[in-house]
């Protein structure tokens, strides 16, 4: 694993401190996982994702990474509708050890947009892992 130094905060989006992030993308956002999540997680060898349309609490599980060392839940930051997947990731889950932030899983149609209010900020987030 890696040195809390050695990884990358995008300052690009927000975090949650179940390690994922989001970003704006026009009237959407997107979601992933951090790069601490994916470098905790070993290679990820399988993504579960929900179907489009499917809609979800600030909070639900969504979906779950399968990695060589465990399985780990998804958990939505933002209430709202699932208007995508990143289907790129049923055959190579492995994209998102490669970079975590350019391989987004589910972009959402946000229920309540003020949500994004309380995600971290990437300074929020360092501070958060350092404990």
Avoid: C
């Avoid at 979800?56 to 465990?70: H, R």
Wanted: charged share 25%; aromatic share 8%; no cysteine.
């Amino acid at each position: 694993m890696k040195e809390l130094s050695e990884l990358i905060f995008s300052e690009e989006v927000r975090y949650t401190e179940d390690h994922e992030w989001v970003t704006t993308s026009g009237a959407t956002l997107k979601v992933g996982i951090s790069d601490y999540a994916q470098d905790q997680l070993g290679d990820i060898v399988f993504v579960e994702m929900p179907e489009a349309g499917a809609t979800f609490a600030k909070g639900d599980q969504f979906g779950t990474l399968e990695s060589v060392k465990a399985v780990s839940e998804l958990y939505l930051p933002i209430g709202g509708e699932i208007v995508a997947v990143n289907e790129a990731l049923g055959d190579a889950p492995e994209l998102i050890n490669q970079d975590s932030y350019s391989n987004w899983i589910v972009e959402i149609k946000p229920a309540d947009s003020s949500e994004l209010d309380q995600l971290l900020t990437a300074d929020a987030y360092r501070t958060l892992l350092k404990g």
